[in-house]
Structures are given as structure tokens and as C-alpha cells.
């Protein structure tokens, strides 16, 4: 089994992990937090090292529905105040920093 790194930071959220492991061909699914208030809010996740830059990969729409571009999806729980992002059929060129936020 090979192992690929990941790194989430959040912009206005907290990610409960800083660095993940997934398999390649598997998926990998990451959350973030928020505090109330921001429920009505477009949550998005990016990928590149600089958030200024980075490629938003999906976004949702400010709803709780969940929201499919490609292999990534994002949902939001608003009662929660989480948001998970998932990204499927990993693979090497996927290692990258990733960015949850609001």
C-alpha cells in the first residue's frame, strides 16, 4: 500500500488535522469547524501552498447540500458547524496543502 501526504489549513476554520494519509485508490475525507454565525455562508476547499492563489477545487452554495465537482465533494452541517470535504481515487500527484474555508 502506498501512502500520499496531505496538508489542510483553514481560513476562517479550523481543520482537526493539520497533515492526513490516504491510500492510493482510496478516498480521503477531512473536516473543518466554524463558529456560529457563518451558517449561511459559500464553504469552499483549494489546493496550492499560497490560499491567495490556490485552485478552489468545489464549493457549496451556503446550504447544507452536498456539492460534487469532479472526485472532490463538499457538505456542510450547519448545526454542527462542520464541513467535510472528500476526495476520491487518490493518487501520487494529489500531495498537496489544501485549504478549507468560509
Request: aromatic residues 14%; contains cysteine; proline residues 0%.
Amino acid at each position: 500500500r502506498c501512502m500520499l501526504d496531505f496538508c489542510f489549513l483553514g481560513h476562517f476554520s479550523t481543520s482537526q488535522e493539520n497533515t492526513v494519509r490516504g491510500t492510493a485508490a482510496g478516498t480521503l475525507t477531512v473536516s473543518c469547524v466554524y463558529k456560529s454565525g457563518w451558517e449561511s455562508y459559500s464553504k469552499w476547499w483549494c489546493r496550492g501552498k499560497n490560499w491567495h492563489s490556490c485552485r478552489i477545487l468545489v464549493k457549496t452554495t451556503g446550504s447544507e447540500q452536498l456539492v460534487t465537482k469532479g472526485r472532490a465533494s463538499i457538505q456542510d452541517n450547519h448545526s454542527r458547524h462542520i464541513f467535510t470535504m472528500t476526495l476520491e481515487d487518490l493518487w501520487y500527484d494529489d500531495e498537496d496543502t489544501y485549504w478549507c474555508g468560509i
